[in-house]
């Protein structure tokens, strides 16, 4: 099993990821808050690239089926029901509702993965149950870091190097790239004090800074959730 870590992407990749497995990591935050709102009975996330478009989705949907989620560098957007703290997406507010969800980096990805053939969800809070699904599938994978306004994110690398850290404990038919490897050494410079070293990140400074100490703090505690995610048909829902 190969595993390819990639920590910047962009539209000339997009052919790269046609019928190949994706796992997509935003620790700090946007993959984390979906993995959150479907543990507490979100019906979907709806990932849009754009305010406009997420807008535009709800112009066509009943009110009270769906909130709007998401933020623009870590600040709610007018007019949203939600932004990108976890902590927002309670059982009380997001159960039965879809998710029309866009952030300033995690949900992008997405728009390169239309035609990939499997891709998971992956976030701190469901590491575990992500590697089980990646072993059930034994293939090759891309483990896509979503990265912080087009550069390296150092909290997607640990994501990254968390997930790596789980499979090959439990396996030894892993094969890294350079990057998986540097990924995997980043994470066991700070696993054992996860939060600690996320808030040190810089993305993890802007969020402090911007009063989200709680949400580091939650997003540390690794396999809170047992659930697995994936995208397919534009839409995020609960794999079984």
């Known amino acids: 099993m190969k595993i390819e870590v990639i920590f910047l992407v962009h539209d000339k990749l997009e052919d790269y990821f046609l019928n190949k497995n994706i796992v997509v990591i935003d620790v700090l935050r946007a993959t984390s808050t979906i993995i959150t709102a479907l543990a507490n ?45 976890p902590l927002e997406y309670s059982r009380d507010k997001v159960n039965g509702k879809k998710i029309i969800f866009t952030s300033t980096n995690g949900t992008k990805v997405f728009e390169y993965l239309k035609h990939s053939k499997n891709v998971l969800i992956a976030s701190t809070l469901n590491a575990s149950a992500v590697v089980e699904k990646i072993k059930k599938l034994d293939s090759d994978w891309i483990f896509i870091c979503a990265g912080r306004n087009g550069f390296f994110d150092s909290s997607d690398a640990i994501g990254a190097g968390l997930l790596i850290s789980i499979l090959s404990r439990q396996t030894n038919k892993i094969e890294l790239d350079d990057a998986g490897k540097i990924s995997l050494l980043l994470y066991n410079e700070v696993k054992n004090n996860l939060s600690k070293n996320l808030k040190k990140t810089i993305h993890g400074t802007n969020l402090l800074a911007s009063g989200f100490e709680q949400d580091i703090e939650f997003i540390s505690q690794v396999d809170k959730f047992s659930i697995n995610a994936s995208f397919t048909n534009n839409i995020i829902g609960l794999l079984e």
């Open 41 to 85: 009975g979100a019906k979907s996330i709806i990932p849009t690239p754009t305010v406009e478009e997420a807008v535009k989705i709800a112009k066509n949907l009943e009110r009270d089926t769906y909130l709007l989620g998401g933020e623009r560098n870590t600040k709610i957007i007018d007019g949203f029901d939600l932004g990108n703290s």
